[in-house]
């Protein structure tokens, strides 16, 4: 029995062990009872300085994932096709082999870019991935790159590139001193906080409401979030950048502003957003021209105010103008680097002021098909499909996707299935198989997140308090069995092989792979100044760096250390949102428009084949308002068919007084197909993928598609 902090639980242990939720943003740190060497218990580790004891159901369905049967832990490779495919496995060497030359044939008869690349979401949580999975994309060369950013958080990074001088300078809101919490497009209490890492977030808005505060929350449905809410108001779905900035003309004509000195272009500020009135805010959002007004002067007036927004905002067609809208909110309001307002962390790793992650570059090269921009090295998921598929060279004819499953979680899904199974070759890096890693020829898992240590190199970054913690591996790792980072470089020796790479060029990419993610993790810590490794290791629970504090304007990444609040990327896009104001884009006759939406107890695409979450009543029904069902004669649980350009979908519909009329949702990453291997329950559970509906045709600015406001039909199925 005892408390181990440091080597994995022996065979057969029985007692406690600190562990961490790396599933999603949060971070939460955990603490696991263990019994005869299994996980019995999972329950929030009160001594965690940033989650407090705080763990959601996500967090519990570790010990599911690390048992599950279903889980690959050995090479497979697909035998056969379609409904005659099998998988047997086969050895690391041959698999490794195999991916090699396979990879090196398609690069010496077509070029580097005949090979695709897609990183799914749990990249961002893996440290094996932070430490080495970059160094092995880079080791492909080739610019055909696509990841989960570009149908998620884009326009965020886009807009801080622009106005920071960096890609990941992120401001988070200081929730735990606010006065006003304005939340646009955002449901942090089913996420925890997106690109603000805020675990505990239930408790966080008790302690404002308590201290006298507001949360102020504008969204097409009435969220788990609006529900504890100060203030909800429905707005339409894509319409919220006419709403910021009709906000921003209030605060400017009403002299509410007062900028800090180190920004630049207010004045051109004030006469771009001249033309968006409240009125015309009104006739896009439905949301009342003199609540626009009240909104806004409401927040110029608190005493300390912080403006968010996230996903609704950011999976829309405006998304860039919308999170630009929210960062001139907090700045021209004088609650940017202010205690209460919007801040920066600053972790003990630092990506940012070390360029651990590039500052970001636009349109040095773009897609072949569409002529879509690149936006920090990478192309829009939205083009991946048509970039497989269309006849010519550059042409992807090799694919390599790590922990994703882009068919459920990209526009146009269906398409893209079809376009995979058309591939010369594919190898998944995954340990499931699901809707995307069954077109693969091999799949190469890693361990589990319970058998590799931790330290969240990304999350640190956008959290609501300084924290540092690692984590080591609570089990030792099988045997037989491969991190995620050991997959990376040894792939990479043997495709520079398969090359025909000199000796001196394998031995320079053997070296670069050789130090484990601790040892690298160690000397960021030593050049960062603030902890060490050893402090961490003595305690696992997390390091206390203390409270979020002004940093501005010495952090800035920008040449002159100031900030252009007029942007022309940004700016060039207001004309194409001016036009669509005006109708330049009209719904059909008896077109909705369609929303995502989550749930705390999925994780994207996954965790559905994990019982304990998906126990109790569905969650994959349409959403739609009573009034809507009325009008169409649609009884309340009937089957019915939503379709919009791409598709259509068959789904059961609940009515719901949380929907705005005229407004419809699907949650994302339902929709699977795969039984056996991988999907034990997922088979079972229903519903339909929402990118079976989504447009791949419709994208920000920025390259992010507009998974939302999607215009669709519903009728009896």
Known sequence: MGLLTEDPVPPGFTGTRIGVCNLCEAICGVELTITDGAVTGIRGNDKDPLSRGYICPKGVSLADVHADPDRLRRPVRRMGRGAEARWEEISWDEALDLVAERLAATIREHGANAVGVYLGNPNAHSL??????????????????????TVDQIPHQFVAWQLFGHQLLLPVPDIDRT???????????????????????????????????R????????????KVATEHHFVRPGSDAAVLLAMLNVLLADGLTTPPSYVDNVDRVR???AEFTPERAELASGLPADTVRRLARDFAAADR?????????????????????IQLLNLLTGNFDREGGVLF??????????RIVGPGHHDVWRSRVRQVPEFAGELPA????????TPGEGRIRAMVTIAGNPVLSTPDGSGLAEALDGLDFMVAIDIYLNETTRHADVILPTTSALERDQYDVLFHGFAVRNTARYTPAVFAKPENARHDWEIFGTLAERLQGALGAGLKDRLATRARFAPSPAAIVTGLLRTGGQTTMRALRRHPEGVDLGPLRPTMPDRLQTETKRIDLAPELLVADLPRLSAT???ADPLGAGELLLIGRRHKQDCNSWLHNTERLTRGRPRHHLLMHPKDLAERGIEDGALVRVSSRVGSVDVEVSGADDMMPGVVSLPHGYGHQVAGTGQRHAATVAGVSINDLTDPDRLDVSGNAALNGVPVTVQPA
């Open 128 to 149: 094996g991935f932070a430490t080495h999975g970059t160094a092995f994309v880079k080791a492909l060369r080739t610019r055909n790159r696509f990841s989960a950013s």
């Open 179 to 213: 006065d006003h919490f304005l939340v646009l497009g955002a449901n942090p209490m089913a996420s925890n906080g997106s690109l603000m890492t805020v675990p505990d977030f239930p408790n966080r808005v008790r302690e404002l409401k308590a201290r006298g505060g």
């Open 215 to 226: 949360m102020v929350v504008l969204d097409p449905r009435r969220t788990e979030t609006a």
């Open 271 to 273: 006469e771009l957003v």
């Open 305 to 325: 105010a912080a403006a968010y927004g996230r996903m609704g905002l950011s999976t829309q067609s405006f998304g860039s103008v919308c999170q630009w809208a």
């Open 345 to 354: 962390p600053e972790p003990a790793v630092d990506t940012v002021g070390r």
């Open 382 to 389: 939205a083009t991946m499909r048509e970039e497989i598929t």
């Open 581 to 583: 104001l005006d109708g």
